[in-house]
């Protein structure tokens, strides 16, 4: 076991929620890689700039903030499994779809993986029985974000939008087009 103070996080996807996942993180680790290929300069500060590889290679902690997409789908699968070297514990809180549950399985029992906090999976609601076996790893419904003033301010901005755009002008949180 290593002090959180000591150990490299790895972050995956630094728009809004990654970022703020790693600012918040900042006071418990020793030391945040980044990688987002849709950022070309991480301005954020803090966050040392990596590759996907070297997040890979060097975090004993990884999360997962990346949209669902064709060329994300499984990125964590066999072969980044294979590549990391820390054994660290895989966080995913953004989409199930990111991650191969098949080969979690397998990197969980392999010993590759220290563990696994999963907030999404891959064929919610349903649970894969495999991953109830395993005492390091933590299941949420991905409903960690919610609280009472969550949802009220979720519904105030919804609200203020709409409003925008009946007005003619552009919304403070448009919904990117993904295909």
């Known amino acids: 076991m290593h002090l959180m103070k000591e150990l490299r996080l790895g972050i995956f996807g630094l728009g809004r929620i990654g970022s703020d996942f790693a600012r918040k993180m900042q006071t ?30 060097e975090c004993e902690v990884i999360s997962l903030h990346l949209p669902l997409s064709a060329p994300n789908h499984h990125f964590i699968g066999d072969s980044a499994i294979s590549k990391m070297a820390q054994k660290p514990i895989l966080i995913n809180v953004s989409r199930g779809g990111l991650v191969d549950t098949d080969s979690l399985i397998r990197g969980l029992r392999g010993g590759q993986l220290s563990g696994a906090g999963l907030d ?3 064929t ?17 419904p991905h409903a960690a974000w919610f609280s009472v ?16 755009v009946l007005s ?12």
């Open 28 to 57: 418990f680790v020793g030391e945040i890689l980044g990688y987002d290929p849709l950022i070309s300069a991480l301005q954020n500060k803090g966050i040392r700039p990596s590759s996907a590889d070297g997040i890979f290679a």
């Open 120 to 122: 999404v999976l891959e």
């Open 124 to 140: 919610e609601p349903l649970v894969a029985a495999e991953l109830l076996q395993f005492e390091n790893v933590v299941l949420t």
């Open 149 to 164: 003033e969550a949802s009220n301010r979720l519904r105030r901005s919804a609200i203020a939008d709409i409003l925008r």
């Open 168 to 179: 003619g002008q552009r919304p403070f949180h448009p919904v990117p087009h993904v295909e």
